[in-house]
Each structure stands twice: as structure tokens, then as C-alpha cells.
């Protein structure tokens, strides 16, 4: 599970350089939630504030363990490279950030519809992920201390990994959303089967995957990456 990387790892002082690579984004728990978040596996513009807020909130305690934990791991002067999915926007609720969750709670959505799909597992589960903005990821490294940023960059990932011009999938859109649906089934399919049975899986991405071809031939199908270098104990971006 992601969360066992927040965790103390190595002796003291003993690490020169660092990576973490598509762990940060991942929450150690679910965020603890007063309020439904109705039909939504992650935040949307539909999410009550508390909701945005309570993701946020768990971000920031698992990002302050993760970097205290490092910085009594790692030498005065060495190095952490962090690469995690986020987004550019100061706004949580973007597209950039929250679309391909958006789609997969559509087809459960549509599932509920149908009636095959109960409508209170869909309204209590909510994925344990949240993509920062980099400026939300430099205010914790500041404030937490123990490290400086030298340098932040994102990039961009269109969803099935490969590169277009366009910045989606027009060229091959069944191709294309057969293997995006695949990579969301590879990461998120562990949760489903938990709320709603191994038995509906096949219906749920395959929904899904129909779902993401009629999406990407009309918005960019892209993740926003953050690349975050810091060094411990030194002087770095402000």
C-alpha cells in the first residue's frame, strides 16, 4: 500500500539522494468526511467545502510524516527528487486533476441508474488520492522545515501514455480507452471490489472504457505531473 512509505525507512543520516515516483498523491487513509459526498469517488465541483477541505487536510498530515520522516533519514545537504500526479490550477475541483475520476464515478453512476449498483455504496466510498497544486506541495515543504525547494516543474501524461499532438486520442479512441481502462482497473479495482463485489467489475470498465472514448474526442486526456527537487537543510527556491 502507498501509506507504508510515509514511514521511517532507513537508519539516521544515512540517505544522499532520494525518489519518490507516483506515491505522494496517494493518501495513507480515507479523509475523515462529515458529510456525503454524493455520487463522487474524489472531489468535483458537487463536493460540499468540508469535503475539499478534509482531502486537503490529510494531504498535508501524510506529506508532513513523509518529509519528517526523510529528513531524519537523509544527510545535511542531500537531495530529494518527488514526482507525483497534481495539477497546475489553484482550483482542487479542475478537470486537469479530477476527470478521469469523474468518469468512473459516471459509469457507477449510470450503474445506480440501471439499478445494479446500490446508491449508498456509491455515495460513501471515496477514494483515498489527491492531486496538490505545486504551490499547495511548496507551502508544506516550507513550512514543515526541514528541506528547501530548488526547483518545481509539472509535465503532462496523456492517460493511455502515449504522446499525441493533439493532446488526446483521437487517432485510436477505442485502442486508446481499452488501455486507459485497464490502467484505472489496475489502481482502483482493489476498492471497488471491497463496496460493491468482485462480480461487477467486468460491467464497471467496461462502462467505463465507453465512457472515456465518447470523453476524449472532445477534452484533452491528460495527467498534470509535479517534479518537486529540495535539499535538506539548504538555502532554495523562496
Not at 496523456?158 to 490502467?183: C, M, P, Q, V
Amino acid at each position: 500500500m502507498p501509506g507504508t512509505f510515509y514511514g521511517r525507512l532507513f537508519p539516521s543520516n544515512s540517505l544522499h539522494f532520494v525518489h519518490s515516483s507516483y506515491s505522494l498523491h496517494w493518501l495513507s487513509q480515507v479523509p475523515t468526511i462529515n458529510e456525503i459526498n454524493k455520487g463522487n469517488l474524489y472531489i468535483t465541483k458537487s463536493s460540499p467545502p468540508s469535503v475539499i477541505e478534509a482531502y486537503l487536510d490529510q494531504f498535508k498530515k501524510d506529506f508532513v510524516v513523509f518529509l519528517k520522516c526523510r529528513s531524519e533519514e537523509v544527510i545535511k545537504g542531500g537531495r530529494m527528487v518527488l514526482t507525483l500526479l497534481g495539477r497546475r490550477s489553484s482550483d482542487p475541483t479542475s478537470k486537469e486533476c479530477c476527470s478521469i475520476l469523474g468518469l468512473l464515478s459516471m459509469a457507477l453512476n449510470d450503474m445506480v441508474l440501471e439499478g445494479v449498483v446500490e446508491e449508498d455504496k456509491l455515495d460513501t466510498l471515496n477514494f483515498p488520492i489527491y492531486f496538490p497544486s505545486l504551490e499547495e506541495v511548496k507551502a508544506i515543504i516550507r513550512s514543515e522545515g526541514s528541506f528547501r525547494v530548488n526547483q518545481l516543474e509539472t509535465f503532462h501524461v496523456n492517460w493511455d501514455g502515449n504522446e499525441t499532438s493533439e493532446g488526446g486520442l483521437k487517432t485510436d479512441k477505442f485502442n486508446s480507452s481499452y488501455r486507459i481502462a485497464n490502467h484505472m482497473r489496475a489502481v482502483s479495482e482493489s476498492l471497488l471490489t471491497s463496496q460493491f463485489g468482485e462480480e461487477m467489475m467486468d460491467a464497471v470498465f467496461a462502462r467505463f472504457r465507453e465512457i472515456v472514448a465518447e470523453h476524449a474526442v472532445k477534452e484533452k486526456t491528460e495527467y498534470t505531473n509535479l517534479v518537486i527537487f529540495v535539499t535538506k537543510g539548504e538555502t532554495g527556491l523562496n
